[in-house]
């Protein structure tokens, strides 16, 4: 099955910084590749996504690039705020059986200091 | 705006005890996936159904869990028996069938403690 990998596990940044969060995943065939954020004691919410035929995508101040040849993709936020401090989830969407199966990271814990 | 619903929000449970969670999706969608999230991971995919179908169930513990979702529309999650490792934060997430969008919308989970 699938296996995601990401990094880092927490990361603290002075407001304004950019962070940049990075995943690997191990099956060629996932073509489906969500971020999602979610504040403490609250349900994940999606904030971009990206898909296999896409090598990147903005939205404001975040940005998902996909490497596919190298199997990784990566978050990047820039002007980084307060309120962007939150636990961060990738995934990687494969097919199986007609369906499409997601595998989460394990998380990045972003701390912006103010 | 809809949203995933879920009960109950919070769990105590002895060990050895049944417990069962409920979530009933949003309207129209037909995937639906339960998960654990232990604090400090990610969520873990437990059962995955299209419609009335399971899609995938290859992380959920089957000695002791089970799920169903009859009608296509709800679903339940149930254990039985409960152990002090099954202590986390149990999700469930739906979305559109696959040729429209893969983005699922969480609900706001079950906090299940065993003790």
């Known amino acids: 099955g699938e296996n995601v990998e990401q990094h880092p596990s927490t990361l603290s940044v002075q407001e304004g910084d950019s962070a940049v969060i990075k995943c690997t995943y191990s099956d060629s065939a996932s073509n489906y590749f969500p971020w999602y954020k979610q504040e403490l004691g609250k349900r994940p919410q999606l904030i971009i996504d990206i898909r296999s035929n896409v090598g990147e995508k903005k939205d404001q101040r975040i940005a998902v690039t996909l490497n596919k040849t190298a199997k990784h993709f990566s978050l990047h936020i820039t002007e980084t705020q307060p309120e962007d401090s939150a636990v961060y989830f990738c995934a990687a969407t494969s097919p199986s059986g007609g369906s499409y199966i997601p595998t989460f990271g394990r998380g990045t814990s972003l701390i912006v200091h103010p | 705006e809809a949203e995933v619903a879920q009960s109950p929000r919070y769990k105590i449970t002895e060990k050895s005890q049944a417990v069962a969670f409920w979530c009933d999706p949003i309207?129209?969608?037909?995937?639906l996936y339960w998960y654990r999230q232990i604090l400090g991971q990610g969520p873990e995919l437990l059962v995955q159904f299209q419609d009335e179908s399971v899609v995938d169930d290859s992380q959920l513990p089957k000695d002791r869990f089970s799920a169903e979702r009859l009608k296509g529309v709800d679903s339940t999650l149930k254990i039985q028996p409960a152990e002090l490792g099954d202590s986390a934060m149990y999700l469930c997430a739906s979305s559109l069938p696959r040729e429209a969008s893969y983005e699922q919308y969480f609900g706001p989970g079950t906090r299940l403690t065993v003790t």
């Open positions: 309207s129209g969608h037909a995937t």
